[in-house]
């Protein structure tokens, strides 16, 4: 074998080489983006599990709270309306990384579908609706345009459940 063969092995070697480096990398990205999705999953249900005990801890005043129309929200205590408004801004500021981490990329479609459902059955109570007019400047406007642009999900309301009315929707029958 002559050197200029032998050049040109070890250049191939090489190559190979490179090659499979770079394969074994893409591999490594792949696997890191798929852990780094579950984990932000992962994330997302633990933060709505630490949301919705705080909103447990207050159920009375959210409750009143959601429902609550500019009249009835007027003869709340000034305690009652800071617990309320802190309670609706944590579900959204909740609810606003939701929807940011899936303009990133983190959150499949199916699970978004999911989750959207439920920002926007919270976000159309009448209490958050007057809630949101006060507080929207505080919020991403991706988020906003999101919240605002959207339909009414075709469930029934917390309100509509709590009060045992039927839902003229898809999802329930009277």
């Not at 490179?18 to 591999?27: A, E, K, M, T």
Request: contains cysteine; aromatic residues 12%.
């Amino acid at each position: 074998m002559t050197l200029e063969q032998l050049n040109i092995v070890f250049q191939l070697v090489g190559t190979l080489g490179v090659i499979g480096s770079l394969i074994f990398v893409g591999l490594q990205v792949r696997q890191n983006t798929k852990a780094t999705r579950v984990q932000v999953q992962e994330n997302m249900t633990n933060g709505y599990i630490s949301v919705a005990q705080v909103l447990i801890d207050h159920a009375e005043m959210f409750t009143r709270g959601i429902a609550a129309t500019r009249e009835s929200f007027a003869s709340f205590s000034d305690a009652d309306k800071l617990i309320y408004f802190g309670l609706i801004f944590s579900i959204f500021k909740h609810f606003e990384n939701i929807h940011s981490q899936r303009e990133r990329g983190f959150i499949d479609n199916e699970s978004w579908t999911a989750w959207s459902e439920h920002v926007l059955m919270y976000f159309n109570q009448p209490g958050v609706k007057m809630w949101w007019e006060w507080r929207r400047g505080n919020f991403n406007p991706r988020f906003r345009s999101f919240v605002e642009s959207s339909p009414a999900p075709k469930v029934p309301t917390m309100v509509e459940i709590m009060r045992g009315a039927s839902c003229h929707c898809g999802a329930m029958t009277e």
